[in-house]
Structures are given as structure tokens and as C-alpha cells.
């Protein structure tokens, strides 16, 4: 066996040494990619700013075919620089929440803001373009939306990850929201009897956190209630804690009378008579007697909820949100609620699909509106926001398949904030 487990250490730390070595490796490459992407979109916009790019007009068509062969250039290795960007952060920052969101927002913002802004810094220069024929130009123009629909991908793929995080280890047992109960953090897990078949409809005593020694002399296990619907519990009452002990003392003093005394030796004298050793007379029996006093009532109609008057029922429902079993309680609620919003969420963006799509074209349209009453030019004209969002189905599609994750994220965000910190 030894040799075996020799190799298995050395293959693990193999496979350390492995993954160490592509840790690096995309941090580096993140770093140089990033520094691509920079200088190259710097490039881009010295082409306008210092370029020709900005006085196609007058250039000849040697100059304009040597800049639009640049600018192909630039721009493939842009889109090339910005693949391994994304890719190499995202294996490194894949666990981290917000980047997914940042992505989204970014191409969003890539996507619309970019010829949003072109416009509304310099309207009228796109249809310039157009008709001066400045494909130059152009290509750089619809290189913006390309970098939006490219950091989208990730984008999505990252915050879908969160998505299935979230639904996961939301409904996960965490060490340190255990150690922050102050009712039961260090009681120890034991098999549930009769566990239910939907966990969120679990009574206390069906839960791993309640003690067999304590659930046999407990009312609330006897009446078949919650604890959390009592507000008496058997990590917060002690009532039904003293019960518990006294109950044990009992079968622990019954149990005792069954055998014999070790710490007492055993008359043999007395036990066999030995001027009777025919066994005429009764040998003493070595098992004591029983004295202890019978054990509580805890079954019939006598059974009661104690009742703590010492608590207002707002600082018994504290001592429940502080409470190791009904925390358990929320943590099944959440396993059996965050599906549902999980698929109930897409459902609802599927079947209304298309008035989603209607009124963000009707909203984009309206911003058009707005914009061009606030435009600073003598004649008010409509940027058209609108047109460009209905130009491109599968960017649409897209960039709304997006914003039916974030929602859904939110909706996460806020079952998870009313379980677990309102604990409704
Ligand atoms: S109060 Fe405690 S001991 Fe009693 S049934 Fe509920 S979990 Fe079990």
C-alpha cells in the first residue's frame, strides 16, 4: 500500500505544480492581453483624433487603402487581444460575483452608449460616414458593438455560473453562519427520524439538530409541533431542558437499579446464607431496589406547552432567528424556493417575450425622444436609439437574454435576503 500512496502524493502535487503553472501563465497573459486591448483601442482612436480617419475626403486612395488595412489589422488583433482578456480573467476571477455583471454591463454599455454618445457628441458624423464612403471609420464605429457582444459572452456564461452558486451553497449547511447561532452553534448533527419528503415542511423533531435524549421528554415533540410555531424549543426553553434532565435522571436511576453496584461489594455471606447452604432460605438478591420516583408524564392530554411569560413574543421570535433548528428550517426553505424563482423567472420572460422586446424598443424610442428635445443643435433630430437596438436580432436577443439574468439574479438576491436575513 505504501508505494501507492507515494505516487498518489506525488501525482497530486504534480497536478499542483500544473495548475500553478497555468495560473500563472493567464496571469501574464491577462496582463499582456490587457495591455494589447489598451494600446490597440488607443490606436483606434489616435486614427480620429491624429489620423486620417478624420480627413477621408482628402486623401488619396493609396493612403486610404494603406489605413484601411491598418485599421483591419488593429482591429483583428483588438478582437483577438480581447478574447484572451476575457478568457484569461475569467478563469482567474471566476468565482468572484460581480465580474459576470460588470461584463454585462460593460458590453450593454459598449453596445448602445457608443453610438449613443457618437451622436450626441458629434450628430450627424455616422450619416457623414456613410455617405463620404469612410468604411474606415465605420469598421472602427461597429467595432464598438462587436467589443459589447464579445465581453457579453463571458458575461453571460459567468453570471449563469453565480446563478447555479447561489441555488447551490445558499442552501448549503456554512460553518460560519452556524458559529454565529446563539442557540445550538455547537450541537452536534444526528439522524432525523422520519425525515419528511419536502424538507421545508419538516417539524423540529425532523430535523438532524434534535437530541434523541432531549425529543423523548419533549412537549413539543409529544403534541407533534413546530418549536418556531410555539416559540418553545428545546435549544431556547429551559423549561423543556430541565424536563429533558430530570427524564434522563430518572432512566438513569431506573437503569442503575437493574445492576449491581460495582462501587459495593457484595456481601457473599449474606448472599448465600451459609447456615443454609441447602438453600432452604432466600439468598439475598445483589440488584437494589427500586427508589427512584417515576418518570414525568410526557403522552396523554396532560402534555403542556410550557409557557415563558419572562419573554415578550417579539424576543421569542429573536431567540428563534438566533436558533440553529429554525435556521436549518430556512436553509430547506431556500432549497425548495430558489428552484422555483429560478425557473419561474425564464418561464415568465419566455411567454412574454415579445411585449418584453416591444417595450424596450418603445423605451429606446422614447430616450430618442428625449434626447434629441435636449440635443443643443438649432433643430431638434432624433438620435435613433430605437433603430439601432432593431437593427440586430441576435444582439437584441442577446443583450435581453442578459437582462432576464440580471433579473433573475436579483430575484435570488432578494428570496435569499428574505429567508435569510427577514427569515420570513
Ligand atoms: S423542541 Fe427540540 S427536542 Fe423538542 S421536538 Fe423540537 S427539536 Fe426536538
Known sequence: MRPVRRNRSRTSGGAEKVTQWLLDASRKLMFLSGLAVLVLAGYLVYGFVGGGLGQWESLTHEARVRIIGNIQGAISYLNISLAVLL???????????????????????????????????????VTNWLTGRNTAALAVYNEARIAGLVLAIPGIILVIIDLVNRVRYGSSRKKTQRSAMQFGAEVEEEEPIRPPLIGALAKCYQLPFCREFVRSH????????????????????????????????????????????????????????LDDPLGAAKPESPFKPL??????????????????????????????????????????????????????????????????????????????????????????????????????????????????????????????????????
Not at 93 to 102: F, Q, R, S
Not at 107 to 124: D, H, K, Q, T
Not at 235 to 259: D, K, L, P
Request: hydrophobic share 45%.
Open 218 to 273: 419533549c412537549p413539543v415533540f409529544h403534541l407533534q409541533k413546530r418549536c418556531w410555531r410555539v416559540r418553545v424549543g428545546c435549544m431556547c426553553e429551559e423549561q423543556v431542558i430541565r424536563t429533558a434532565m430530570v427524564g434522563m435522571a430518572h432512566e438513569a436511576a431506573r437503569a442503575r437499579s437493574m445492576v449491581p453496584d460495582d462501587n459495593e461489594p457484595v456481601d457473599m455471606a449474606k448472599r448465600y446464607n
Open 291 to 424: 427508589v427512584a420516583t417515576p418518570p414525568p408524564k410526557v403522552v396523554g392530554a396532560e402534555v403542556k406547552i410550557p409557557q415563558n411569560n419572562a419573554f415578550s413574543p417579539a424576543q421569542k421570535r429573536e431567540r428563534c432567528r438566533n436558533c440553529i433548528i429554525y435556521n436549518e428550517h430556512q436553509r430547506l426553505k431556500y432549497q425548495l424556493v430558489s428552484p422555483l424563482v429560478v425557473l419561474a423567472v425564464p418561464a415568465l420572460a419566455v411567454s412574454q417575450f415579445s411585449a418584453m422586446k416591444s417595450a424596450m424598443e418603445v423605451a429606446l424610442r422614447s430616450a430618442d425622444t428625449v434626447m434629441s428635445r435636449l440635443s443643443l443643435e438649432q433643430t431638434a433630430r432624433g438620435i435613433d436609439i430605437g433603430q439601432l437596438a432593431s437593427s440586430n436580432e441576435i444582439a437584441n436577443i442577446v443583450l435581453l437574454g442578459s437582462l432576464i439574468l440580471m433579473v433573475l439574479t436579483w430575484a435570488l438576491h432578494f428570496t435569499e435576503h428574505c429567508i435569510f436575513q427577514w427569515k420570513i
Open 87 to 125: 478568457l484569461t480573467s475569467s478563469i482567474l476571477y471566476w468565482a468572484e460575483e460581480g465580474l459576470g455583471y460588470a461584463l454585462v454591463l460593460l458590453a450593454a454599455g459598449f453596445y448602445y452608449g457608443v453610438p449613443l454618445g457618437v451622436e450626441l457628441g458629434a450628430p450627424g458624423l
